[in-house]
């Protein structure tokens, strides 16, 4: 999920971006400042389905609540802690003397001032990593299909579990790694085509006008890059441009594609790994905990500063965009993340790290088809639940029910299980600014397993260099219920994790169009003010101290 969505449908329609083009804009994405913030509008007023985040503080100050700081932890690829948007809401260490070289708080972690890197070590830091399918082909391929029949058979009737695994890696592995290789080469070659499209535009507009007077052409790149013209013509991203604006607006795109389409030739190569040299850590070790370095930004942190802006970005200079626990919340930066998928060992490590160092709440942008330590990782999801820390969880970008297509960390061991198997998950699916395409059209979904819905398409937040941008996938409506829920937290901080799922669940503002009820629990988009109202009627103040059917683990809590 670290890349989001990009350039990836290119062809079929030129339906990517930030998704401008299902209703065309009047104004430049970058200069709409209504644009720049419509996920905090309110529903009632606005009939857009935003957060309602302005109205939440304002209720929440109406009852004579006094905010404490929540810390979150954004377990991502890393954040630009000193971006302006949030160096002010950036989490300091108290215990740890910054550069001093040594592990002041006795946590294991030296000089961890502002967080951990799990995918880093003396020798620098991952950036590229294998997909998790590569990893599980690589390794037990000579285990299952090895040169001796017998003793695959063998293998294959006493490591059941594993083989399964293996079987759909493999699967996923020959599709995937095929599609990232006719993706390069398909948006390697429109870009060295960009040249032939402004020849023929000739200085004139993208328009069908202008397209009418290109006369057809025998060569064959000619004939190639006059049939993309021709489809971006009917695009609203791309309509009207000048000459100058589509070249300039084709190489951005391109660029986009092909930096996401490039570092794959690594993910699905199994002979790399640079695990071992980078990080130093035995890696089959999962009891190994002190490893990592102090980087907490990384080679690239586009995703994860941009998550951290989503959930607590502070308006600089000539930008409007702010989180929305911007008063509230402080980052936590936990790289976990690569250009690639995260590794198990890592997820749980990161669990424990921001939850024994202060995090109430983990925001959680990522997933994966296949997770050989899951174990590993639902033992750490197990143990935020006793510290009674929140796990905010994106529900993928693959447009699919995630009953039948699982992304791990899952909070369902099983998926006939009724109910989850902790009470401190919240899986989030990603809605629009369009009523009557509410779902993004690439957001997962499932009634039971995932809770709730909330803005994941067009959104502007923070990214390295000091810069803003628009992303989108479930990874951006993770944060932004990460945020609502520090909110929550911070104006009653006694709430269980439990108590404040359930707040945005039963507050949600609904929708009937589409299926849009049956893609969630919630059958809404969450409304932070509603969600707050709901918080404070019924748990806050010891009105009920506990969810009228409160789990195990919380009845044990209480009488503690």
Do not use: C
């Amino acid at each position: 999920m670290k890349k989001v969505l990009l350039a990836a449908v290119f062809l079929a329609g030129f339906s990517f971006s930030y998704a401008q083009q299902a209703q065309a804009k009047s104004m430049d994405p970058k200069e709409d400042k209504d644009l720049m913030t419509w996920y905090h509008k309110d529903f009632s007023t606005s009939k857009v389905y935003g957060v309602n985040t302005a109205n939440a503080y304002k209720y929440l100050e109406s009852k004579g609540l006094k905010p404490k700081t929540v810390v979150v932890g954004v377990l991502d690829s890393g954040v630009q802690v000193n971006h302006p948007g949030l160096v002010k809401n950036v989490w300091s260490n108290p215990n740890e003397v910054p550069g001093n070289g040594k592990d002041d708080d006795g946590n294991g972690y030296i000089d961890d001032v502002h967080g951990w890197n799990f995918i880093g070590g003396k020798n620098g830091d991952i950036d590229i990593d294998n997909m998790e399918v590569t990893r599980v082909v690589a390794k037990y391929k000579p285990v299952f299909e090895g040169d001796d029949s017998t003793k695959n058979k063998a293998n294959q009737s006493k490591m059941p579990e594993e083989f399964a695994m293996y079987m759909k890696s493999k699967e996923l592995f020959t599709k995937k790694s095929a599609e990232a290789k006719q993706g390069f080469q398909t948006y390697t070659k429109i870009n060295s085509l960009i040249p032939n499209m402004m020849k023929m535009l000739g200085g004139k507009p993208v328009t069908a006008a202008t397209l009418e007077t290109i006369k057809p052409s025998t060569a064959q790149d000619d004939a190639i890059a006059l049939q993309v013209l021709g489809q971006v013509s009917q695009n609203p991203e791309f309509q009207g441009k000048s000459a100058a604006e589509f070249e300039k607006l084709m190489k951005e795109q391109m660029k986009e594609a092909i930096d996401h389409f490039a570092p794959q030739a690594k993910q699905y190569d199994l002979s790399y790994d640079p695990r071992k040299e980078i990080v130093g850590d035995n890696y089959d070790d999962y009891s190994e905990k002190s490893y990592g370095n102090n980087d907490y930004e990384g080679p690239d942190a586009e995703h994860g500063t941009h998550v951290a802006g989503i959930i607590a970005g502070l308006p600089q200079g000539k930008e409007i965009q702010y989180g929305v626990a911007s008063k509230v919340a402080k980052i936590m930066s936990v790289r976990t993340v690569p250009n690639g998928d995260e590794r198990d060992k890592d997820v749980a490590n990161a669990i424990r790290y921001a939850v024994d160092n202060g995090a109430r709440i983990l925001n959680m942008s990522f997933g994966k088809p296949v997770s050989p330590g899951k174990n590993v990782v639902w033992d750490a999801f197990k143990y935020a639940e006793d510290k009674g820390v929140l796990l905010v969880k994106a529900a993928g970008n693959e447009n699919e029910d995630v009953a039948e297509h699982l992304a791990f960390p899952t909070n369902f061991k099983n998926v006939a299980d009724e109910k989850p198997f902790v009470n401190n998950v919240v899986v989030v699916g990603a809605s629009t600014n369009r009523n009557n395409q509410l779902r993004a059209d690439f957001s997962n979904y499932n009634k039971k397993m995932v809770n709730v819905f909330a803005p994941g398409e067009e959104i502007y937040s923070t990214v390295p260099k000091n810069e803003y941008k628009y992303l989108q996938g479930t990874s951006m409506a993770s944060p932004v219920v990460a945020g609502a829920a520090a909110v929550l937290l911070a104006y009653m901080p006694e709430l269980k994790p439990d108590q404040i799922i359930e707040a945005l669940v039963k507050s949600s503002n609904l929708s009937t169009e589409n299926q849009f009820p049956d893609y969630s629990q919630a059958g809404g988009v969450i409304d932070l003010q509603k969600a707050a109202e709901y918080a404070y009627t019924n748990f806050y103040n010891g009105k009920i101290s506990v969810s009228k059917k409160p789990a195990k683990s919380v009845k044990k809590a209480v009488k503690k």
